[in-house]
């Protein structure tokens, strides 16, 4: 307990995913630049800026989905391989979601969730699927495991894609505008799901323009601009007290609408 009136400490927490002058570029365009940052176990960080900051890079760079040019990126102490057997561990080690929900559009709900657990981590087939079951009650969508992707709407289908990604049983989970692609009134049954799996614990990076889950839920905010981590804060102080000019005027953009 911290004494009336004073500050409380910061409770440390040991490194998980930890990014060390990361550089990316695109043909001339200095896409990251010098990105240095580091997540705590259980800690879950939100990644806001304008469109075209490098947000979305940053997030793919984590599992190698986009290659650096400098720098190095650890998960849990161990360096991200370049290639093989040892990169195709670490990318199992952190689930993803995307924009658009890339389930296999010819498999079942209840398929596409044990898919990944049967092939890539051994698990028999009654224990994947039980597990599955599991996941699918813990989003929602128990009651659609029979169906196929086309025959839910697209929050139950991103629902789905999140439940695929824990049954990886990944130490951490990225999210890449998760609800950019949804109509208004799904965006809430996604970002509850969500919400639920920050307290439950889950090391989470999220990339989103939805500024009520980053006050929230985040733990702290990370504003980028133009390829470069400009400021991060927590939300309380990012939110009503930002410091640099550019997280000024992007907030005053995106808070009178």
């Given at each position: 307990?911290?004494?009336?009136?004073?500050?409380?400490?910061?409770?440390?927490?040991?490194?998980?995913?930890?990014?060390?002058?990361?550089?990316?570029?695109?043909?001339?365009?200095?896409?990251?630049?010098?990105?240095?940052?580091?997540?705590?176990?259980?800690?879950?960080?939100?990644?806001?800026?304008?469109?075209?900051?490098?947000?979305?890079?940053?997030?793919?760079?984590?599992?190698?989905?986009?290659?650096?040019?400098?720098?190095?990126?650890?998960?849990?102490?161990?360096?991200?391989?370049?290639?093989?057997?040892?990169?195709?561990?670490?990318?199992?080690?952190?689930?993803?979601?995307?924009?658009?929900?890339?389930?296999?559009?010819?498999?079942?709900?209840?398929?596409?969730?044990?898919?990944?657990?049967?092939?890539?981590?051994?698990?028999?087939?009654?224990?994947?699927e039980a597990r599955a079951?599991?996941?699918?009650?813990r989003v929602g969508v128990?009651?659609?495991?029979?169906?196929?992707?086309?025959?839910?709407?697209?929050?139950?289908?991103?629902?789905?894609?999140?439940?695929?990604?824990?049954?990886?049983?990944?130490?951490?989970?990225?999210?890449?505008?998760?609800?950019?692609a949804l109509d208004p009134?799904?965006?809430?049954?996604?970002?509850?799901?969500?919400?639920?799996?920050?307290?439950?614990?889950?090391?989470?990076?999220?990339?989103?323009?939805?500024?009520?889950?980053?006050?929230?839920?985040?733990?702290?905010?990370?504003?980028?601009?133009?390829?470069?981590?400009?400021?991060?804060?927590?939300?309380?102080?990012?939110?009503?007290?930002?410091?640099?000019?550019?997280?000024?005027?992007?907030?005053?953009?995106?808070?009178?609408?």
């Amino acid at each position: 307990m911290t004494e009336p009136g004073s500050v409380p400490s910061t409770p440390t927490r040991e490194p998980l995913i930890v990014l060390e002058g990361v550089d990316k570029w695109f043909g001339q365009l200095h896409v990251l630049q010098d990105i240095h940052l580091s997540v705590g176990k259980g800690e879950v960080v939100v990644v806001i800026g304008p469109s075209g900051s490098g947000k979305s890079t940053l997030c793919r760079t984590i599992n190698r989905l986009e290659t650096i040019d400098n720098g190095t990126i650890t998960l849990d102490g161990a360096k991200l391989a370049e290639e093989g057997k040892e990169l195709a561990r670490l990318r199992s080690e952190v689930g993803m979601v995307f924009q658009s929900f890339n389930l296999f559009a010819h498999k079942t709900i209840l398929e596409n969730v044990t898919l990944g657990p049967i092939k890539v981590r051994g698990k028999k087939k009654d224990e994947a699927e039980a597990r599955a079951k599991e996941l699918l009650e813990r989003v929602g969508v128990a009651h659609q495991a029979d169906k196929y992707p086309a025959q839910l709407s697209g929050g139950q289908q991103q629902r789905v894609a999140i439940a695929r990604a824990l049954a990886m049983e990944p130490k951490a989970m990225l999210f890449d505008e998760p609800t950019s692609a949804l109509d208004p009134e799904m965006i809430s049954e996604v970002l509850d799901v969500m919400i639920d799996l920050a307290k439950r614990g889950m090391t989470m990076i999220v990339v989103t323009h939805e500024m009520g889950f980053a006050r929230t839920a985040a733990d702290r905010v990370v504003f980028m601009s133009d390829g470069a981590i400009v400021e991060e804060n927590t939300p309380e102080e990012f939110f009503t007290n930002p410091q640099s000019d550019r997280a000024k005027d992007f907030l005053g953009k995106i808070l009178s609408h």
